[in-house]
């Protein structure tokens, strides 16, 4: 069983609509430069743990650090909780799992997937807490 673990240091974007502009659709500068810079990331932690592209059933995991707003009450500033606004947890995740697509042969091959969107401590990076591992071939059980 392989596992890659690694930390994408930047506030998560969401995944948007493609965008009709003169010359046809498109995605918002800030959209595409988050994506590179994940996909990047991926390819070095890739590289430095030995990760080879697989064709494996995959399982996903991600955390989404957003950070913690200055106007938030002494105590809520000491404590991890729920982000319950936008952007959206599912367009959170397309946009990484786009990102990992030089880590596996489809992202089809995601079967098991947790995810979850937290405001960190205070002071505390935002970014993104990625883990893709093999998983071990299904015994019905």
Partial sequence: MSRLEFFVDTRPIAKQSFRMGK???????????????ARTLAGEAARKGGW?????????ELTFHFRCPKSAKKDEKQVVRWHTKRPDLDNVEKSITDALCDLME???QVCFKTSR???AKFGEPEGIWVCLSTLHPWTGA
């Fill in 106 to 108: 489809d992202d089809s």
């Fill in 117 to 119: 969107k937290i405001i």
């Fill in 23 to 37: 010359r046809g659709g498109y995605q918002p500068k800030r959209v595409t430069d988050f994506k590179k810079l």
């Fill in 52 to 60: 080879e592209k697989t064709d494996q059933p995959l399982s996903l």
